[in-house]
Nanobody
């Protein structure tokens, strides 16, 4: 599975961005998809994930601000980010899990700064 991420950029605190991740094939059989992020000097952390059944999971720091969604017909997963904070600044990576294998997209930079 090849994943193509898009939608990063520079935004002011309190602003919004929408990340999108497009898969090269049907995601119908993919167990979970989501987003990790990695800030400079920090470990990569799971931000949000969504299963094939639509169950979502978020890291505490983004709950209520980020929403992950999945469109099986378009083979995409999206991350709507609102009320962005400087600490959300990171490279965001989409991933897909099929069986025990993780597939990764290229990172997309999100910078929250005034």
């Amino acid at each position: 599975v090849q994943l193509q991420a898009s939608g990063g950029g520079l935004v002011q605190p309190g602003g919004s961005l929408r990340l999108s991740c497009a898969a090269s094939e049907s995601i119908f059989s993919i167990v979970a998809m989501g987003w990790y992020r990695q800030a400079p000097g920090k470990q990569r952390e799971l931000v949000a994930a969504i299963t094939s059944g639509g169950t979502t999971n978020y890291v505490d720091s983004v709950k209520g601000r980020f929403t992950i969604s999945r469109d099986n017909a378009k083979n995409t997963v999206a991350l709507q980010m609102s009320s962005l904070k400087p600490e959300d600044t990171a490279v965001y990576y989409c991933y897909a899990q099929r069986n025990a294998v993780l597939y990764w997209g290229q990172g997309t930079q999100v910078t929250v700064s005034s």
